[in-house]
């Protein structure tokens, strides 16, 4: 066979989609790989005929007490606590309200993939361990496992409240309010662990868990030449591989190969997201150096998150508890009945398209490319034991 004596072309000094720019000193540095775009998420829709009545009441006249017309009013930057005096735009229409278990960036192939994936998946098991961890994190308290006992099993369909708010990122400078799903059961959290750990096993939901990159291993110095990075980070052989590495390799690479650990998962419904509110001032610095960015509307919440309702008349009624433990009830006893793949951005429902008029309560909908229930015929249809 016959040898092509051509000369190798060089290899790129850095990655296509990046580009050197200038630093203050007047040197130039690559921009950093730009993350891919997230296009879809996993999550268990909130609204259904047991829940809609209880959150359109609720949502509403919490909107009406925190809305104002003429835009928010400000105090050195910052919205007044009294009432929040947010725009319409900021609070969440009712179709959207879901729990998030993770996010995906996935071309039209992977999301085929990843829809088979959630169709393959035996919810009947991990119902059932969801039902074991429970029980088993409240086994302290004798009290409440013998609630477990008695009035769930790992075939019980999810009934949950949703309760409380909440303010990200700090109760002083908030963009976002949201509500915590109650499950007394304790078995919903366990579940939507362990649904979001398979699809960050299989490669579908993006691990958040760790912030930095990790370093090459053709850049570390400890590692001999001779050895062969991808051997090391080939996932078809991930169990081995890392055996190799445990014996036969330092700790200092050990520790920057190590996949990091999926961040505690926040399961939260948003009902407040200032990021929706348009014609946000901008930042002035952004803006004298010609930036377009704008600058988030943040708000305090500290009064609005730690006060006991003592105003009955209020959809988001109290709870029969002492005054000092009074809660946002934003919705009771409701099922949670499917697991849905959405896309990304919601979209507006027209009224005109719905003679019934849901589409003019629900406002705006996540399209759910791919769904399973989680009724208990379905689950042991798929998975008969």
């Known amino acids: 066979m016959a040898t092509s004596h051509r000369s190798t072309p060089k290899l790129l000094s850095r990655p296509l989609n990046s580009r050197p720019i200038m630093t203050d000193n007047g040197r130039s540095r690559p921009l950093a790989n730009k993350s891919p775009p997230l296009t879809h998420f996993l999550c268990l829709p909130l609204v259904n005929s047991a829940s809609i009545s209880q959150l359109e009441k609720s949502i509403a006249e919490f909107k ?46 992977r999301l085929e993939e990843a829809s088979a994936f959630l169709q393959s ?31 769930s099993t790992s075939n019980t369909p999810f009934s949950i409240s949703l309760e409380s708010l909440h303010a990200l990122p700090r109760n002083d400078s908030a963009t976002i309010l949201h509500a915590s799903p109650v499950d007394p059961t304790g ?19 993006l691990n958040e868990g760790g912030k930095k990159d990790k370093k090459p291993l053709s850049q570390n110095p400890k590692i001999n030449s001779t050895q062969s990075a991808h051997a090391i980070l080939s996932p078809l052989n991930a169990s081995s591989h890392r055996q ?66 003592d105003n009955q008349s209020l959809a988001v009624a109290t709870s029969p508890k002492p005054a000092s433990h009074r809660s946002y009830i934003w919705a009771r006893d409701f099922p949670i009945n499917s697991i849905c793949i ?44």
Not at 189 to 201: A, S, T
Not at 272 to 286: F, P, W
Not at 344 to 351: I, N, R, S
């Open 244 to 309: 190799v590495s445990s014996k036969n390799l330092d700790p200092y690479t050990i520790a920057i190969t190590r996949e990091p650990k999926p961040r505690p998962l926040l399961l939260h419904a948003t009902l407040v997201n200032t990021i929706y509110v348009k014609g946000r001032k901008q930042n002035q610095d952004n803006q004298q150096n010609g930036k377009s960015s704008s600058k988030r509307m943040t708000f305090d919440a500290r009064n609005l998150v730690s006060q006991s309702l």
């Open 187 to 205: 078995r919903l959290y366990p579940f939507c662990v362990m649904l979001r750990d398979k699809f960050i096993e299989a490669g579908f939901i």
């Open 64 to 109: 009406e007490l925190h809305q104002s017309s003429h835009g928010p009013p400000e105090v050195n930057g910052q919205i007044s606590t009294a009432r929040l005096g947010l725009p319409s735009t900021a609070f969440r229409p009712l179709g959207t309200l879901h729990l998030t278990l993770g996010v995906m960036s996935l071309t039209k192939e």
């Open 121 to 151: 998946l035996d919810l009947e098991s991990l119902m059932h361990e969801a039902q074991k961890k429970a029980t088993s994190s409240h086994r302290q308290s004798q009290a409440h496992s013998l609630h477990i006992s008695q009035t």
């Open 342 to 385: 959405c896309e990304m951005g919601a979209k507006k429902l027209h009224p005109d398209a719905d003679k019934r008029g849901l589409n003019e309560r629900l406002g705006e909908q996540y399209l759910a490319v791919a769904q399973r229930t989680l009724s208990p015929s379905e689950r042991s249809s798929r998975h008969p034991r």
